[in-house]
């Protein structure tokens, strides 16, 4: 049982340059989620999802994109990259209400930097 | 949403018992107090969970009070390993808008001492 599994681990990019961060889950979990943490913050949400085909704005969702075309797949797509995306990306999944344990489990993250 | 206020650090010794305080004021009814810690930069890890009642796992104990506006912590017996950032989040799981809607504020550092 993985758990979350987010690919890459770390990346550079150009400024300009897109790219996808991958986030797999395999608790059969509905709700996926994407935070971006910056030095000495705490997480801030940037997209969600309640289940395949369903998506929706966080807080800071500005530059990014998301799809959720399976239950197990939440990619999380950087349009133009830009240095204040510099930052650690998170994805989290959960069951929804009624479905147990309502805890998150949370990727180990991806260390993005762009110059 | 319902706030939530902790101290930015704390100092435990090695052995001793850990109490993180939080204090969520204007918490709702329908609103749970969640827990997590996120070690050296690492995903954020669940602790425990609770309403109303005091709760106890394996990792830890929380100490709701009885009016909800604030909790506690408990970390038994501290280890170097719980040197962590933790946090108070307080969440509706029965659904809506809100639902898993994590937000995470500035946490306590807690530092576990030899």
């Known amino acids: 049982n993985a758990g979350v599994t987010q690919t890459p681990k770390f990346q550079v990019l150009k400024t300009g340059q897109s790219m996808t961060l991958q986030c797999a889950q395999d608790m059969n979990h509905e709700y996926m989620s994407w935070y971006r943490q910056d030095p000495g913050m705490g997480l801030r949400l940037i997209h969600y999802s309640v289940g395949a085909g369903i998506t929706d704005q966080g807080e800071v969702p500005n530059g990014y994109n998301v799809s959720r075309s399976t239950t197990e797949d939440f990619p999380l797509r950087l349009l133009s990259a830009a240095p204040s995306q510099t930052s650690v990306y998170f994805c989290a999944s959960s069951p929804l209400p009624g479905q147990g344990h309502t805890e998150a489990f949370f990727g180990q993250g991806t260390r993005l930097t762009v110059v | 949403d319902a706030k939530t206020t902790q101290p930015p650090s704390m100092d435990c010794a090695e052995g001793r018992a850990a109490n993180l305080p939080c204090n969520h004021s204007?918490?709702?009814?329908?609103?749970?107090v969640y827990w997590y810690r996120q070690i050296h930069s690492q995903g954020p890890q669940y602790i425990i969970h609770g309403l109303k009642n005091n709760e106890t796992n394996e990792m830890a104990s929380l100490i709701i009070t009885e009016d909800r506006k604030s909790s506690t912590l408990i970390l038994p017996h501290a280890t170097l390993r719980d040197t962590a950032v933790y946090y108070c989040?307080?969440?509706?799981?029965?659904?809506?808008?809100?639902?898993?809607?994590?937000?995470f504020g500035q946490g306590t550092i807690l530092t576990v001492h030899p």
């Open positions: 989040i307080v969440l509706p799981t029965t659904g809506g808008t809100s639902y898993g809607k994590l937000t």
């Open positions: 204007t918490i709702s009814g329908n609103e749970y």
